[in-house]
Each structure stands twice: as C-alpha cells, then as structure tokens.
C-alpha cells in the first residue's frame, strides 16, 4: 500500500468517526422535542424565509413547547421562549458568543459590532442627561400611538413585525428640534 491510500483510509476513518460520534451538545439536544432533522441542512428549511421567521417560531412554540431543538446546518441550537429561559440565557456570559448576537441584531447593529461602536459615538449624545430630562412626555406620546397601532393589528390574530414600528416609534422620540415635531409612526 503506498502513503496515498492510507492517507484516504485514515480520512475516510475519521470523517466516518466525527459523524458517527455524539457530541455532548447532540445527548443535551436530543431530551427536547424539534422539527425532522435534515441530512446537511437540519432544520433550515423551517426558518429559510426571513418574512415567516415570526410566525414559523410561533408554530415551534405552540407545537413543542418552550424549549425546542433546532440543526441550522452544522450548528447545534436550543430555542427558549420562556421569559425566565431567556433571562437565564441573556445573563450566561458563557452562552453569549458572538456569532449568535451578530446573527440576532445584524438588521439593528450593522454588518459588525465594529460598525455599531462607530454608530454609537453618534446616538450617544441624544441620550445625554439634559436631553433626557425631556423625553417624558414625548416617550409618553409616541407609546400612545405605537400602541393604538399595535393593538389595531394585534386584532387582526397574527403575528406583527414590531421591528419597524419599534425603529419609527424610537425615531420620533428622539428626533426633538425646536419648535418641531416629527410623526414618522403615524
């Protein structure tokens, strides 16, 4: 046998063996209730479209529960909903890593957080403290109407993309000039 075979053998021998192998995160995974698990792809399918990811969650939720297991291709992941879950999780300096923020707030932070610290140098002085002090009443006003416009289409029994809303609702909080006012939510 000449090194070329061997050297396949021994590859063939250790990709069969990461396969075959249970990880400690695939014995965690496996004592919560999911969706099918895909060869390749896991469970991507279910979340590919990023129009129905609400309501695609919504359905995990009410159909397995407050813990879900879910495959995004290789990654291993452990959906929560409860809010104490959440808070457990969100406080874990251990399960906070980096990869799961930039995925979650890609859309709020930017492409990198490099680009959020950037943006930040921006937004800070609108929250100095003597601007602050006057946020009150036009908090007040503007959580009116989000929440008029919320409960409008929380009405409608579907879920709402509250992102936007959220965006136009801080925008116009912020957004004092003197003697003006702006209503971008309404």
Request: proline fraction near 4%; include cysteine; hydrophobic fraction near 45%.
């Amino acid at each position: 046998m000449d090194v070329t075979s061997i050297l396949v053998l021994f590859s063939l021998g250790v990709l069969l063996w990461h396969f075959l192998k249970k990880s400690r995160c695939d014995v965690f995974l496996k004592r919560f209730s999911g969706l099918k698990i895909f060869p390749i792809i896991g469970n991507a399918w279910f979340l590919a479209r990023p129009t129905d990811r609400l309501n695609n969650l919504k359905v995990l939720q009410q159909k397995y529960g407050n813990r879900v297991a879910l495959y995004l291709g290789p990654q291993k992941m452990l959906m929560v909903f409860h809010p104490d879950d959440v808070a457990k999780v969100l406080s874990s300096k251990e399960m906070n890593r980096s990869w799961i923020m930039d995925m979650l707030f890609h859309d709020w932070l930017g492409p990198s957080c490099k680009e959020y610290l950037r943006l930040r140098k921006l937004y800070l002085p609108a929250f100095a403290y003597k601007h602050v002090d006057n946020f009150e009443l036009n908090f007040n006003t503007h959580s009116k109407t989000l929440l008029t416009i919320l409960k409008k289409d929380a009405g409608k029994g579907t879920a709402v993309e509250v992102r936007w809303l959220l965006t136009l609702c801080t925008l116009d909080t912020i957004a004092i000039f003197p003697g003006q006012t702006h209503r971008m939510l309404s």
